[in-house]
C-alpha cells in the first residue's frame, strides 16, 4: 500500500483566541491535502490559508521540532483514527547524540551548533512570515477603510 504523505511549510506564528496559547500554523500542500481536509472537515474543522489550502496546527513548542517544513506521513491507529506524522527517528539518533552516546564532545558540540542554526533559521522564517501577515492585514483594512469612506 502506498504511504500517503503530505508536506507542511509556511509556518505562522499566533496566539489561540480560545487558550492563549502560543501556537504556529502551517500550510498543508502534497498528495494527501484533500484527505487532510478531509478529515478535518469531518471533525468540524474548517481551517485554510488565502488559497484555500488546509492548515496544520501546532503549539509553538510542538512546532520546532518540524522546523521551517516537513513531510508527514498517514496512519490509522488501533482505534480506527487517522494520524499524521513526522519519521523523525534521524532526530531521534541526534538526540542520542546530543546526550552523549558514543560520541566525543568535539562531535556533540558541532551537531549541537547546527541544531542551534536549524532553530535559529526557523525562528527568523517565523518572524518574517509574521511581519508579512500583519502587512497584509493592514492592507485589507486600509482597503476596507476606503471602501468604506467612499460610500459615504
Given at each position: 500500500?502506498?504511504?500517503?504523505?503530505?508536506?507542511?511549510?509556511?509556518?505562522?506564528?499566533?496566539?489561540?483566541?480560545?487558550?492563549?496559547?502560543?501556537?504556529?500554523?502551517?500550510?498543508?500542500?502534497?498528495?494527501?491535502?484533500?484527505?487532510?481536509?478531509a478529515?478535518?472537515?469531518?471533525?468540524?474543522?474548517?481551517?485554510?490559508?488565502?488559497?484555500?489550502?488546509?492548515?496544520?496546527?501546532?503549539?509553538?513548542?510542538?512546532?520546532?521540532?518540524?522546523?521551517?517544513?516537513?513531510?508527514l506521513?498517514?496512519?490509522?491507529?488501533?482505534?480506527?483514527?487517522?494520524?499524521?506524522?513526522?519519521?523523525?527517528?534521524?532526530?531521534?539518533?541526534l538526540?542520542?547524540?546530543?546526550?552523549g552516546?558514543?560520541?566525543?564532545?568535539?562531535?556533540?558540540?558541532?551537531?549541537?551548533?547546527?541544531?542551534?542554526?536549524?532553530?535559529?533559521?526557523?525562528?527568523?522564517?517565523?518572524?518574517?512570515?509574521?511581519?508579512?501577515?500583519?502587512?497584509?492585514?493592514?492592507?485589507?483594512?486600509?482597503?476596507?477603510?476606503?471602501?468604506?469612506?467612499?460610500?459615504?
Open positions: 500500500m502506498e504511504k500517503v504523505t503530505i508536506q507542511i511549510s509556511n509556518p505562522n506564528p499566533y496566539k489561540s483566541k480560545k487558550t492563549g496559547t502560543e501556537m504556529v500554523a502551517y500550510t498543508v500542500t502534497g498528495k494527501g491535502a484533500e484527505q487532510y481536509k478529515e478535518q472537515l469531518a471533525l468540524g474543522v474548517d481551517s485554510s490559508d488565502d488559497n484555500g489550502n488546509p492548515l496544520m496546527h501546532f503549539t509553538f513548542d510542538a512546532s520546532i521540532k518540524y522546523g521551517v517544513e516537513a513531510e506521513v498517514n496512519a490509522v491507529t488501533s482505534e480506527g483514527e487517522s494520524i499524521w506524522f513526522i519519521d523523525n527517528d534521524e532526530a531521534k539518533q538526540e542520542k547524540v546530543l546526550n552516546t558514543g560520541t566525543n564532545a568535539t562531535v556533540r558540540a558541532i551537531l549541537a551548533e547546527k541544531e542551534t542554526q536549524r532553530v535559529l533559521n526557523y525562528l527568523s522564517v517565523l518572524s518574517s512570515n509574521r511581519a508579512k501577515n500583519i502587512a497584509k492585514l493592514q492592507a485589507k483594512g486600509a482597503e476596507s477603510f476606503a471602501t468604506v469612506k467612499k460610500g459615504k
